[in-house]
Each structure stands twice: as C-alpha cells, then as structure tokens.
C-alpha cells in the first residue's frame, strides 16, 4: 500500500514505457521510416504504424506524444556516421570512399530526406533531429577528412573550395533524382567528385 502511494504519475509512466523492449522500439522505428519513405510523412499516421507493427496506438501516444516526436525519436535512433573511419593516407582517395560509401545508402536516406522535406520546414523539432541524424555527423566526418588532407599539406590551408565540399557531396546526392529521376549510386558519385570535387580542390 505504501509503496503504490509513493508512486507518483511520473514512475508510473516510466514504468510503463519500460515494458516497450529495445527490439520493440526498433520495430516501431523501422515501421515509421519504412512508411515515410514509401509513403510520405503527411500520408504516415500513429494508427497506420500501430497496425502495421501489431500493437495499440495507446502504446506508441504512451511513449511519443505525437507523431513528431515519434518520428523525431526514429531518426536519432538511426543515427549512422558513414564516413568515420576513412583515412587512405591520401585526400583524393578519401573522397573516392566517402563517394562509393554515400552511394551504399544514398537511395534510402534521400528518400527520408525528400519525403519529409516539407514536414521539417513547420517542425522545429523534427528538422533539428533531421539534421541530427542525416547531416551534421556526415558533414563533421567529412571535414575531418579535408582537415587531415590540409595538415599533410595535399591542399592549401583556407583553400576557397574546402567549405563548399560538404555542400557539393549532399547537394548531388538530393539533386539527381530530381534530374534524372534516378538516385546517385557509388559509381556516379566517384565519377562526380574525380570531374567535380577533385579539380576544385587543386587534386587529381
């Protein structure tokens, strides 16, 4: 009796979101990206994604109060830094893998980006967890790259092109579809940064 009387509406709530296991947040998370991609964030609904996934839309309002914050909360979850991790010796070559590995996975995050285009321009808070996940770790990873390649000296240190690289890199990978209604995959973004990116930064 004592111990109920303590509790007060906070652990409770805690203690029912604790029930959601890890594997079942990822399901939900997986289930509302997959719907957004395919189609669209206005047409993707807490109803539809408790369907799809099998349980009540009372549990997802329990834990994410409206689809924003649900959708928020999936993107941080899906947070992946690429291009950690390269470091060829060699500047040029760097960027030929951060190419070949942002078109392992162009078409499924230029998908979220584009399908939730519209949706980020009215929701701060789901514009910053775009940027959060998609963006910012991708362009800090990216500029360590340049950083290394101007400390070897590869590349004069306050070369004008430096700061527009991870303006060249994203801006290709949302235009194409657009253009050419197909996605860049990695042979067309290494051919982009050997006739692009390279020659504007003075590399061969």
Known sequence: MTSQAADGPETVAASRRSKITPEREREFFDAVLEQI????????TMDG???????????LYRQWKTKPQFVAAALRANRRVRFVGIDTGSLAEDLREVARAAGDWSHKDTKTLQALGQAVTS???LAKALREALVEPEIAALQDILRRGVERGEVPEGHAALDYVPAMMFGVLRVRPVLTGEYADAGYL???????VLPALGLT
């Open 190 to 196: 290494v051919r982009f940064v050997e006739a692009v």
């Open 123 to 125: 929701d701060e808070e």
């Open 49 to 59: 994604v408790a369907a799809s996934t099998r349980c009540s839309k009372s549990t």
């Open 37 to 44: 991609r395919e189609c669209g964030y206005d047409s993707v």
